[in-house]
């Protein structure tokens, strides 16, 4: 009984693998030999991973993460739907000031933050300094956004960007007659 188990076991992982390889190879648009030969390893073990029927080594799961540029983790865990469509209610929201500030990206990435800010007519918002050595990215898409950072100001319109430490004391405004729509990227400083 206890060694079916580990048969059953080993399958689920064996299947996640070959789904997980499949998967990664197609949508890179490329043939089990091209990635074979990039992995340094048989078209034939590349086939066997795919199928579920392979029992690789350490060895050759690491090649072939290194040529799908992923994890191993990423190798056998549970795969991953090929597209996810949020709602952007189900999206994180924010109030702050004169501003509506929503997250654009569903899954954390370490390190990065993607908001979209809408700021009302006449409004402003206050930025929260982050840590030492961030970088700032902002983006104005409708309207008019002054920035106001290192005791300077920054008017954007429309395709303008400004990049700045994010760092310091920061703050958004909207001296317009009409909602003002920006984009903030925040790369967070590496410890």
Known sequence: MASGYRTGM????????????????EGRGLTQLQLARVAGIPRATWGNLESGAGNPTLAVLQKVA????????????????AVQFHVA??????????????GLLPDP?????IERIE????????????????REYLTCETGEIVLSAAGEQWTLAPGDVVV???????????????????????????V
């Open 109 to 113: 990435i370490p390190g990065m933050s």
């Open 119 to 134: 700021i009302a007519a006449r409004s402003s918002m206050t930025g929260v300094p982050h840590t030492p050595g961030t």
């Open 10 to 25: 080993h399958d689920d992982v064996a299947e996640r693998l070959g789904q997980n390889v499949r998967q990664l190879r």
């Open 89 to 102: 209610a189900t999206l994180p929201l924010r109030t702050r000031g004169g501003a509506r500030v929503r």
């Open 164 to 190: 700045f430490r994010g760092d310091q004391k920061h703050a958004y405004g909207n001296p317009g007659g009409r909602v003002a729509v920006g984009y903030s990227v925040v790369l967070l400083a590496r």
């Open 66 to 81: 290194t040529a799908l540029q992923v994890t191993m983790e990423e190798l056998v865990s549970k795969p991953k739907a």
